[in-house]
Nanobody, 120 residues
Framework: VQLQACGRGLVQTGGSLRLSCAAS????????MRWYRQPPGKERELVAA???????NYVDSVKGRFTISRDNAKNTVYLQMNSLKPEDTAVYYC???????????????WGRGTLVTVSS
């Protein structure tokens, strides 16, 4: 299973950016899909998650500004980021809990990071 993230960019404070992450491979089902981020010099943190319910949850710092969504037919998760702040600058990673075809164990897969830079 591969996760391909798209949407890296440089935006000004107050701007918007949309990230997407598509999962491919022998996928039977995807449970939770998540976005993490790692700011420069800091630890990776969970930004948002969405289940197949779907239910969502967000870290407090992005509530009301970011929206996570998913397209199950495309095995894709999105992160719409509005009202961006310099402190949102980070490498963003997608993550999915996947059940592959002919397997019985759910596994966590990570995409490569995509850099988001918010200028002040």
């Amino acid at each position: 299973v591969q996760l391909q993230a798209c949407g890296r960019g440089l935006v000004q404070t107050g701007g918007s950016l949309r990230l997407s992450c598509a999962a491919s491979g022998s996928i039977f089902s995807i449970n939770v899909m998540r976005w993490y981020r790692q700011p420069p010099g800091k630890e990776r943190e969970l930004v948002a998650a969405i289940t197949d319910g779907p239910s969502t949850n967000y870290v407090d710092s992005v509530k009301g500004r970011f929206t996570i969504s998913r397209d199950n037919a495309k095995n894709t998760v999105y992160l719409q980021m509005n009202s961006l702040k310099p402190e949102d600058t980070a490498v963003y990673y997608c993550n999915a809990v996947v059940l592959r075809v002919s397997e019985t164990m759910w596994r966590v897969h990570w995409g490569r990071g995509t850099l988001v830079t918010v200028s002040s």
